[in-house]
């Protein structure tokens, strides 16, 4: 499981259809220190376009885990989970500015020491 992603099948609204996939989790953190708690978006924009960001995004996570300053979605994987969860991260960082996303990424028992491995190897090349 890597940590990130958008639960269930395709979820269509009064906005645009957003295409989501099933095991990631997005935690969101709030920082009340910096900016204030308030989304910029109007109730009509909201409305239109909820399955496309914060509220369809808690909606869809079949596991949501209290934090002391947010709460930690989890979805199962898939391929185009990742591009779904960018896709409500980039409109969310433009409305409500305060919450701050975080990626785990998780695996079976040697997963950590794989990545250690990984994050030491070879050279960095643009992908």
Do not use: W
Request: net charge negative; aromatic share 4%.
């Amino acid at each position: 499981m890597f940590a990130a992603g958008v639960h269930g099948n395709s979820v269509r609204g009064a906005g645009p259809a957003c295409t989501l996939a099933p095991s990631h989790t997005v935690e969101i953190r709030f920082d009340m220190d910096i900016l204030p708690i308030a989304c910029t978006l109007t109730r009509a924009e909201l409305e239109r376009d909820a399955s496309c960001l914060m509220p369809g995004l808690l909606k869809r996570a079949p596991s949501l885990v209290p934090l002391a300053d947010g709460v930690r979605l989890e979805f199962d994987a898939a391929e185009s989970v990742l591009g779904d969860l960018i896709g409500v991260i980039e409109r969310e960082r433009h409305c409500c500015q305060f919450l701050q996303f975080r990626l785990d990424i998780t695996g079976p028992e040697g997963t950590r020491e794989f990545l250690a491995e990984v994050a030491t190897a070879g050279t960095r090349r643009e992908c």
